[in-house]
């Protein structure tokens, strides 16, 4: 069992930036794949960044790449999501969540555990 919280979503304005920070509590935090979704109103949760286990690897939705970074420090418990350039669009509630497989990384059904979300909301 993990648990999940995020932090560091608020409101900000159109080309600012944010980093959204996960901090993880239970079993060995090194063990899974962490993955980052977000959400609106009346849509499906969609893929947004995942992690490896060591770091090395990270993957990224097509349409983010470049604005977004994924990081984690394990000595922390911590994965983080550095959001640059931000949106109106980018506005959702983020969610972090842990996978202890990697087959589909993108998949919302890989993931076993996650946080109670973290609200972004950029003006225009």
């Known amino acids: 069992q993990v648990q999940l919280v995020e932090s560091g979503g608020e409101l900000v304005q159109a080309g600012g930036s944010l980093r959204l920070s996960c901090a993880a509590s239970?079993?060995?935090?090194?063990?899974?794949?962490m993955g980052w979704f977000r959400q609106t109103p009346g849509k499906e949760r969609e893929f947004v960044a995942a992690?490896?286990?060591?770091?090395?690897?990270?993957y990224y939705a097509d349409s983010l790449k470049g604005r977004f970074t994924v990081s984690r420090d394990n000595a922390k418990n911590t994965v983080y999501l550095q959001m640059n350039s931000l949106k109106p669009e980018d506005t959702a509630v983020y969610y972090c969540?842990?996978?202890?497989?990697?087959?589909?990384?993108?998949?919302?059904?890989?993931?076993?555990?996650w946080g109670q979300g973290t609200q972004v909301t950029v003006s225009s």
């Open positions: 969540a842990a996978a202890l497989t990697s087959s589909y990384y993108y998949l919302i059904d890989s993931y076993n555990y």
């Open positions: 239970g079993r060995t935090f090194s063990s899974y794949i």
């Open positions: 992690i490896t286990r060591t770091g090395v690897n990270t």
